[in-house]
């Protein structure tokens, strides 16, 4: 009985030690491939707040945690099952997925890049705090689109650093990377639109270098935002010029990616070959944008005059 006892002890043994074994090659996965994707991290928090700003402060932080859960939504119920599976079946499908992705942050970006150069066109739409619940169901909805697209992106760049896994091990890092990504994202991006309110409560209850601080945060934060939200869309141009650019290569044209890597090399690579590769890609996606946009312009032309 035991020896019994015994035997049964050792092999529980056994399987806690493969089960932590596990859990230490899943956290190790996770934290791999979320280094891996942390570029497209970065343009993700730029990106959201542009979508708040301009709302109540006490309708910014509901609008955040809503853009959080479609995000994950997106990550856990869509991105993740499809990207499996296409790994494990069709997996050259995932490159002209991700490259109508790109696309698409390209019409965005495009997009916002013509309202902020065509000031009669931005003059003419009301401001967010003005339009009311209708405008912020509509900012939610683009904002946990455009969402769509950069989680696809990270999702797809964290499988791509841990497609020697086993399938299980696969399916548990791309889950552990989705919570902590948008954890991360959606809880900088919560604090920087916070900070106004933080320097505010700061100016309001302190006193010498405490409030002096506060009004600071107070009148730097306006501008932070506006930089943010130019990011944000240079970011969009970026991000989705990267993707196509990387997409064709792939895809057998490589031409484009290889002149791109030719210039990295002639200013030595580091962080000037980082920009250059930024901004040929920033470069593709304003073509690829504005065509996408003069396109999409010239249909709901055509579609306003049938009408």
């Not at 869509?78 to 069709?90: M, N, Q, T, Y």
């Amino acid at each position: 009985m035991s020896a019994g006892l015994a035997a049964l002890l050792d092999d529980v043994a056994v399987l806690a030690r493969a089960a932590a074994a596990s859990v230490d090659d899943v956290a190790a996965g996770a934290s791999r491939a979320s280094v891996k994707a942390a570029g497209v991290i970065v343009d993700d928090a730029a990106v959201t707040p542009r979508y708040v700003t301009g709302f109540k402060p006490e309708r910014e932080l509901p609008m955040i945690r809503r853009i959080a859960i479609g995000s994950l939504r997106n990550k856990l119920l869509f991105i993740l099952p499809v990207a499996l599976i296409l790994s494990e079946f069709v997996d050259w499908l995932l490159t002209p997925i991700l490259m109508v992705g790109g696309a698409y942050l390209c019409f965005e970006g495009a997009e916002k890049l013509w309202e902020l150069v065509n000031p009669k066109h931005h003059a003419q739409e009301s401001s967010v705090s003005e339009q009311g619940e209708q405008q912020e169901d509509q900012m939610v909805s683009s904002a946990i689109r455009t969402d769509f697209i950069l989680s696809a992106e990270i999702m797809v760049i964290s499988l791509n650093e841990v497609e020697d896994e086993p399938f299980l091990s696969r399916t548990l890092i791309l889950i552990a990377v989705a919570f902590a990504i948008t954890a991360l994202v959606y809880g900088v991006v919560a604090l920087i639109v916070k900070m106004d309110d933080v320097g505010l409560n700061l100016a309001k209850t302190r006193e010498g270098a405490g409030a002096s601080f506060g009004r600071g945060l107070v009148k730097a934060m306006p501008i932070v935002l506006s930089v943010l939200s130019k990011v944000g869309i240079a970011a969009m141009l970026w991000v989705g010029g990267h993707i196509l650019l990387v997409g064709i290569d792939e895809l057998g044209w490589h031409f484009p990616y290889e002149e791109v890597h030719h210039l990295e090399e002639d200013v030595g690579g580091g962080v000037l070959g980082w920009f250059v590769n930024t901004g040929a890609s920033a470069i593709l996606g304003i073509v690829v944008g504005a065509i996408v946009v003069a396109v999409m312009h010239v249909v709901h032309h055509r579609r306003s005059a049938a009408h």
